[in-house]
């Protein structure tokens, strides 16, 4: 079973304990603050892109995490369902019908939901290799009829809409960032917490039996196949939701939105998160965001240090970020996480100023290669440098070499440290 059902909070005999409230009112609270502390409208976008991100995430770990089908196509039904949404909005323009926006994420969702039954209606009827390339080619199907049929998909340049003729709400017309920001955090923290609860069910439950037995399942008397059917529906609902929302943020939806990169990025936010933890997903699509969007502004080759980092995550910390996290409960419970603290200083310090060393001689060579003739002057660290100078190359390398040595030399002595901060007074590990 996966950690999310070694989760320890249980809800009391009458109701729900303090301890399975605590995390969701810290969230709530959490997303109310933040745009008070990040007032720009570019922060409150990039928080907006976030939330997005985070519905996705978690929706398609209940494919993954949950169920164990790996799927190449889950942007298909954000993507459909967010496309629905602008023509709705289209709609709500021309005085077609007319509906308060915040309903709107529900008929991406509905929108979503819809294609998830059709299209699982055979898709699940297999799992592990079958499944993924089902996903795949029906992937890149919609993808291509995203330019054949532009009557809904608008051909190459989308579909784009107006979210303000919505019927106000408490007098809010959606004409700013921040009442858009709101909107979404309402609906991130309601589709967190029905997938939770959906997790928490016996279809969420028996998922994880057919991911890690189907025989066994199926002995029991669970169909695996009906059992996968409704974890990719429930799927594909949330999925529609998170389209329903960025259609309502970015007011244009494209190919882009429902292709094979899309599916592809939302499979590394959910490896990089960890997958099995519940909120494993949501550090990852937070990290990602911020690679994405942060990064971004100060160089070209972000892309290259986001897979950097997702094939060391796969490589050395199989369980994501969250996994990493969930390794020290046990260290901190001994009450021995202070043993950690000099061997983590002394080699992962070192190790991370070795990273930033070879990310650095990286932008050099790039700078030098990339540069018009005579340009040498280039930002690197918050300083000026040439990337043509002996002595900038000798400091990078040098930073390099020193500190993935240090943290080469320091590695027996954090493997000793960690195994005594693992191991209890009796000796037991």
């Known amino acids: 079973m996966t950690s999310l059902d070694q989760t320890r909070a249980r809800p009391a005999a009458g109701g729900l304990s303090l301890a399975v409230l605590a995390p969701w009112l810290m969230a709530a609270l959490f997303l109310a603050i933040m745009p008070f502390v990040f007032t720009d409208n570019s922060a409150i976008t990039i928080m907006n892109q976030m939330a997005i991100t985070i519905i996705f995430a978690l929706a398609y770990n209940m494919l993954l995490g949950q169920g164990g089908m790996l799927s190449f196509g889950h942007a298909v039904y954000m993507g459909l369902g967010g496309f629905m949404c602008v023509h709705i909005m289209n709609w709500m323009e021309d ?8 309903l709107l994420p529900l008929f991406g969702g509905f929108f979503g939901l819809g294609f998830a039954m059709l299209i699982g209606s055979f898709s699940t009827r297999k799992a592990g290799t079958v499944f993924a390339m089902i996903s795949l080619g029906v992937g890149e199907l919609i993808a291509a009829c995203s330019v054949i049929v532009v009557v809904f998909f608008g051909g190459e340049e989308g579909v784009s809409g107006d979210r303000t ?7 809010f017309e959606f004409l700013h960032q921040i009442e858009v920001y709101y909107l979404t955090a ?3 923290m309601l589709s967190a917490a029905l997938m939770y609860l959906f997790s928490r069910t016996p ?4 998922a994880n039996a057919v991911r890690d037995n189907p025989e066994r399942a199926e002995f029991l008397g669970y169909s695996q196949r009906w059992v996968r059917y409704y974890s990719f529906c429930a799927s594909g609902f949330f999925a529609g939701i998170a389209g329903g929302l960025f259609a309502i943020n970015y007011e244009i939806l494209t190919e882009e939105n429902l292709n094979l990169a899309t599916s592809g990025m939302i499979l590394l936010v959910t490896f990089l998160g960890g997958v099995g933890f519940f909120f494993g997903p949501i550090i990852g699509a937070i990290v990602f965001t911020l690679l994405a969007t942060v990064l971004k502004l100060h160089t070209e080759l972000w892309q290259l240090y986001v897979g950097a980092i997702f094939v060391a995550t796969v490589m050395f910390f199989p369980g994501g970020l969250a996994g990493l996290l969930a390794m020290h409960v046990a260290p901190w419970r001994l009450g021995k996480m202070g043993v950690l603290v000099k061997p983590y200083l002394t080699t992962l310090l070192p190790g991370v100023i070795g990273g930033l060393g070879l990310a650095g001689a990286t932008e050099m060579l790039f700078h030098a290669r990339e540069a ?6 280039m930002g690197l660290f918050f300083m000026e440098v040439s990337s043509h100078s002996p002595v900038a190359w000798a400091a990078v390398l040098a930073v390099t070499a020193a500190g993935f040595w240090l943290a080469r030399r320091g590695a027996p002595g954090l493997k000793a440290a ?4 693992n191991t209890a007074p009796g000796g037991r590990r």
Do not use: H, K, N, S
């Open 95 to 102: 005085g077609l019908i007319t509906m308060p926006l915040p």
């Open 165 to 171: 003729y919505g019927i106000p709400v408490f007098g």
């Open 186 to 188: 309402f609906w991130l």
């Open 203 to 206: 279809v969420g439950r028996m």
């Open 372 to 377: 018009a003739t005579g340009d040498e002057a």
């Open 418 to 421: 960690w195994d005594e901060a």
